[in-house]
């Protein structure tokens, strides 16, 4: 652990030179720069507030019904589960031998070893650090989308001569929540904390407060049967294979399940990292598959005409979740007041999510630079007075504005874009994974939190679950494919792989050499 000598010069305060996260932070090199104020709760919130069912659920929901319907959604959720599982049990037995905020990119260094160490930390850092840009852009996204589809039935919904915003108004809309996102994440980490409890708090709550409502007030109720074994194949798209169309399905669920890396991210300023940040990850999907299930049975109960709630010309435009909200109390009380006050509580959600996304991109981004990775390096690693990395914070809030500026000249760039978000970021978890199952099998040295003789078997299947989705959703999704139709993920990814392989080639390699410490070991 080192000599008392060594802590007096290292420590932060001697509150934390006792402190088991940061004794291993300093053994693999680091000192303590961040404020490490956080418990496990807190932890734990960060992850399962960017996962929120609310958040992914509400926003794919339409996914899930057009490919499938109730089959694919019910069963695809506990198929992702499971697999997501063993992904999170993977990531957090690595994560308890390396509590550093690198987190993805950090444990590929260590575990590809000396050889392969920089070229595997620089792949997995910028495939995990532009996937959590593009989650947040897709966040916060989804959220000025979903205030205009809230702005709508508040003022008479489609048939009834309802507000509808351009494409203008909704990248102001997305502007103005990452301005908000940005000022929340300046603020110290103690209130940031305190705002990830509530988020945390705020998603159970309004899960289960969503899933007695909504069926309760519905006038029209699905049967079991109906919820449990209906398959739509009735898509729009031109498929018609069952099998091909429960696969596509699956992307509502993978999509919510992702972003629990933050737990990793928010690790140095964890207290107990080594122990608790496995805990952080674990807990926070664990919780996320059983409350997630629990909304997705409560409003598929309330569906009973699957091509309305799909069809563009109802009052929420096509919004599915936001059309069933809204129905179940018009019918019952005459008016969809009630309705929007619900999709109001999955406002609140989706902001959280996108605040806890901006958290967890500012401190990943924060430890890629303290490695030399980025451009600016020296720039962004610096923190404020109070120990928050600022600069990255609003880089992240930048790049995500960026991002979604492609939405303005064409639909389709930005889908491809945001699509980085699921594939780009199970590489990232992937390839730390995949490392520790082969060029690390043999001398891996497990943390307090391990998985013992069944790391590797689950590590394997944790590794073939990544590139299974990740060619999943790179197949087509409509047929006869055009220019229109096309799923652009295979070419958003394989342009991302381009660039990061080509900026490694021409200039990184020449000085990145992965993860270097920043004390001197006595």
């Known amino acids: 652990m080192g000599s008392a000598k060594q802590v007096v010069i290292i420590g932060h305060n001697n509150n934390i030179s006792h402190d088991s996260g940061n004794a291993r932070l300093n053994e693999l090199g680091y000192k303590q720069e961040l404020k490490r104020d956080l418990s496990v709760l807190s932890n734990f919130a960060i992850s399962f507030s960017i996962i929120s069912v609310l958040t992914g659920v509400t926003t794919l929901y339409n996914t899930g019904l057009t490919y499938g319907g109730p089959v694919s959604i019910v069963?695809?959720?506990?198929?992702?589960?499971?697999?997501?599982?063993?992904?999170?049990?993977?990531?957090?037995?690595?994560?308890?031998?390396?509590?550093?905020?690198?987190?993805?990119?950090?444990?590929?260094?260590?575990?590809?070893?000396?050889?392969?160490?920089?070229?595997?930390?620089?792949?997995?850092?910028?495939?995990?650090?532009?996937?959590?840009?593009?989650?947040?852009?897709?966040?916060?996204?989804?959220?000025?989308?979903?205030?205009?589809?809230?702005?709508?039935?508040?003022?008479?919904?489609?048939?009834?001569?309802?507000?509808?915003?351009?494409?203008?108004?909704?990248?102001?809309?997305?502007?103005?929540?990452?301005?908000?996102?940005?000022?929340?994440?300046?603020?110290?980490?103690?209130?940031?904390?305190?705002?990830?409890?509530?988020?945390?708090?705020?998603?159970?709550?309004?899960?289960?407060?969503?899933?007695?409502?909504?069926?309760?007030?519905?006038?029209?109720?699905?049967?079991?049967?109906?919820?449990?074994?209906?398959?739509?194949?009735?898509?729009?798209?031109?498929?018609?294979?069952?099998?091909?169309?429960?696969?596509?399905?699956?992307?509502?669920?993978?999509?919510?399940?992702?972003?629990?890396?933050?737990?990793?991210?928010?690790?140095?300023?964890?207290?107990?990292?080594?122990?608790n940040g496995p805990k952080g990850i674990i807990s926070a999907v664990g919780i996320s598959i059983i409350v997630g299930w629990g909304y997705i049975l409560g409003i598929t109960f309330a569906v009973t005409d699957i091509p309305y709630l799909l069809n563009e010309n109802n009052e929420a435009g096509g919004y599915a979740i936001a059309e069933v909200f809204y129905l179940a109390f018009k019918r019952r009380y005459g008016n969809g007041f009630g309705g929007i006050i619900c999709l109001g509580i999955v406002a609140v959600a989706i902001f959280f999510c996108g605040m806890s996304s901006i958290t967890s991109n500012s401190r990943m981004a924060y430890a890629f630079s303290r490695d030399g990775a980025m451009p600016l390096s020296s720039l962004w690693h610096q923190v404020n007075k109070q120990e928050v990395p600022i600069y990255t914070v609003w880089l992240s809030v930048l790049i995500s504005f960026c991002m979604a500026l492609t939405s303005l000249g064409s639909m389709v760039a930005f889908e491809a874009m945001v699509s980085i978000a699921t594939i780009g970021l199970y590489i990232a978890y992937g390839l730390p994974i995949f490392f520790r199952v082969t060029l690390a099998q043999k001398r891996f040295v497990r943390g307090p939190f391990n998985l013992g003789r069944y790391g590797v078997i689950v590590g394997w299947i944790a590794v073939l679950w990544v590139v299974t989705i990740s060619i999943l959703f790179s197949l087509p999704v409509s047929y006869p494919i055009t220019i229109e139709t096309l799923n652009y993920t295979p070419v958003a990814v394989g342009c991302l792989l381009l660039l990061v392989l080509s900026y490694w080639v021409i200039s990184g390699r020449h000085w990145f050499k992965g993860p270097f410490t920043t004390i001197i070991q006595k």
């Open 75 to 275: 069963y695809g959720w506990i198929i992702a589960s499971f697999f997501t599982m063993l992904v999170a049990l993977s990531m957090a037995e690595i994560c308890s031998a390396f509590p550093t905020s690198g987190g993805l990119y950090y444990w590929s260094a260590k575990l590809a070893g000396p050889k392969w160490a920089p070229f595997a930390s620089w792949i997995t850092g910028w495939f995990n650090i532009v996937g959590q840009w593009a989650v947040t852009t897709s966040v916060d996204f989804s959220l000025a989308q979903f205030i205009q589809v809230i702005i709508l039935l508040s003022t008479g919904g489609k048939n009834g001569g309802g507000y509808e915003g351009s494409k203008y108004v909704t990248i102001t809309f997305h502007a103005g929540i990452l301005l908000l996102h940005g000022i929340i994440n300046s603020l110290p980490i103690s209130l940031l904390s305190f705002l990830g409890e509530l988020a945390a708090f705020w998603n159970v709550v309004g899960v289960f407060v969503l899933m007695v409502i909504i069926p309760s007030v519905a006038t029209e109720r699905a049967s079991a049967k109906f919820v449990f074994t209906h398959f739509n194949s009735d898509n729009g798209e031109g498929i018609n294979s069952k099998p091909y169309i429960f696969l596509l399905g699956l992307l509502m669920s993978q999509f919510t399940l992702s972003g629990y890396d933050a737990s990793a991210n928010m690790t140095e300023e964890t207290k107990d990292a080594d122990i």
